[in-house]
């Protein structure tokens, strides 16, 4: 899972965490790890989610369309 979207009438609801379980279950079965997601940058919301659950900025994507945000967290 690279990208997680929530729409804004279910956020706060739980339903992002769950997701990003999900997409953390799956990377260590394939036994990866560390973990990369990205965000758009202007996401406040979303870079904080991932700050919150424990993730770092590694470094930002420039492509045509979205400026992102790779996330880095290391899972034991």
């Known amino acids: 899972m690279g990208r997680l979207y929530i729409k ?3 956020i706060g609801k739980g339903l992002g965490s769950k997701l990003l379980t999900l997409g953390e279950t799956w990377v260590r079965s394939k036994k990866f790890t560390e973990y990369y997601p990205y965000v758009h940058e202007n996401n406040r919301l979303g870079i904080s989610f991932y700050l ?3 993730f770092e900025r590694v470094h930002e ?3 045509p369309q979205d400026h992102e945000l790779c996330m880095k967290k290391k899972l034991s």
Do not use: E, M
């Open 8 to 10: 804004p009438d279910l």
């Open 52 to 54: 919150r659950k424990g």
């Open 61 to 63: 994507l420039d492509s």
